[in-house]
């Protein structure tokens, strides 16, 4: 089972751009079928998922997001990289790295969330 850590700043200010990075452990980000996602939470509410970069590196993004979110990734340093630009305090939350695998049954695909980072929190505020 492969292990998380989140790192970044955990103050931002308003319209600067929030950068986090997720490193992995015991195991690749290269491996076939593996997903790795970012999913947040903010105050009182519950999770959103931010967005996602594949094993192959393609990217999916949150529509509502998609404007002000990049996600990449480092093979060398086995680790992936979210930056959400134009920042207000509503992007104040709790911001978790995961992976997930993905399987084929039958001629449908299944995603199955396999590890959690152990979160961090980011303020929005100047």
């Known amino acids: 089972q492969v292990q998380l850590q989140e790192s970044g700043p955990g103050l931002v200010k308003p319209s600067q751009t929030l950068s986090l990075t997720c490193a992995v452990s015991?195991?690749?980000?290269?491996?076939?079928?593996?997903?790795w996602s970012w999913i947040r939470q903010s105050p009182g509410k519950g999770l959103e998922w931010v967005g996602t970069?594949?094993?192959?590196?393609?990217?999916y993004y949150n529509p509502s997001l998609k404007s002000r979110t990049s996600i990449s990734r480092d093979t060398s340093k086995n680790q992936f990289t979210l930056q959400l630009n134009s920042v207000t305090p509503e992007d104040t939350a709790e911001y978790y790295c995961?992976?997930?695998?993905?399987?084929?049954?039958?001629?449908?695909?299944?995603?199955?969330?396999?590890?959690w980072g152990q979160g961090t929190q980011v303020t929005v505020s100047s």
């Open positions: 015991d195991g690749s980000i290269t491996s076939n079928n593996y997903y």
């Open positions: 995961a992976s997930q695998i993905r399987y084929l049954v039958s001629v449908s695909f299944f995603f199955q969330f396999e590890s």
């Open positions: 970069i594949t094993f192959i590196g393609t990217t």
